[in-house]
């Protein structure tokens, strides 16, 4: 099984700073098979980048991604109210399917 | 598009209980349905899925032997069952479509609304 690590556990930030997210594997992983989701309190989970850099639809260019092999980033520039939530990494190209255990981002 | 989880459920220890997942606005044969499970714990956890099209599934050895997933291709509804119940089951449980993989595949991009899930003596 393949876990997925992600740093920190909590971002304090304020509105308008850029977030920096980090997601390590535990064994290379094919970016392709690689997605960020974003939740918020008593909703579901949003997905938000998959293909390790590719965005969902209607997600705001202020969030993008990169990474290869077993380092994945997930970066907000200029934080909106609206983003403050949780963020998961997962991988979804072996099987069992595996998701990191979230970052919150919340207001400083 | 959308997929409608039933409603909330409280069960005894050792009794089983089923959750459905109706999917609509889309081809239901097209996309793999997908089982997460979610508590405070341990965030979101991963409980496998299932093939629509020829109920072919794919469980995580975490949930393997105490879940089951089915469809009915008929009502476009896909079911989680879980039997033998204990405290510890009690978690939200969310549906969610995904494409095979494959390049390019969308993984988790429609999620129900989560059904709550309490087992209490």
């Known amino acids: 099984e393949i876990v997925l690590t992600q740093s920190p556990g909590t971002l304090s930030l304020s509105p308008g700073e850029r977030a920096s997210l980090s997601c390590r594997a535990s064994q290379s992983i094919s970016s392709t098979y690689f997605a960020w989701y974003q939740q918020k309190v008593g909703q579901p989970p949003r997905l938000l980048i998959y293909g390790a850099s590719t965005r969902a639809t209607a997600v705001p260019d202020r969030f993008s991604a990169s990474g290869s092999g077993t380092d994945f980033t997930l970066t907000i520039n200029r934080l909106e109210p609206e983003d403050f939530a949780v963020y998961y990494c997962?991988?979804?190209?072996?099987?069992?399917?595996?998701f990191g255990q979230g970052t919150k981002v919340e207001t400083k | 598009v959308q997929l409608v989880q039933s409603g909330a459920e409280v069960k005894k220890p050792g009794e089983s209980l089923r959750i459905s997942c109706q999917a609509s606005?889309?081809?239901?044969?097209?996309?793999?349905i997908t089982w997460v499970r979610q508590t405070s714990g341990k965030g979101l956890e991963w409980m496998g899925n299932?093939?629509?099209?020829?109920?072919?599934?794919d469980y995580s050895p975490s949930f393997q032997g105490h879940v089951s997933f089915s469809v009915d291709k008929s009502t476009t509804t896909a079911y989680l069952h879980l039997r033998s119940l204990k405290a510890s089951d009690s978690a939200i449980y969310f549906c969610?479509?995904?494409?095979?993989?494959?390049?390019?595949?969308?993984?988790?991009?429609?999620w129900g609304q989560g059904t709550t899930v309490t087992v209490s003596s």
């Open positions: 969610a479509r995904q494409e095979s993989p494959h390049p390019g595949a969308v993984p988790l991009d429609v």
């Open positions: 997962q991988q979804f190209g072996s099987s069992p399917e595996t």
């Open positions: 606005g889309y081809k239901f044969t097209t996309f793999w």
């Open positions: 299932i093939d629509p099209i020829d109920s072919n599934t």
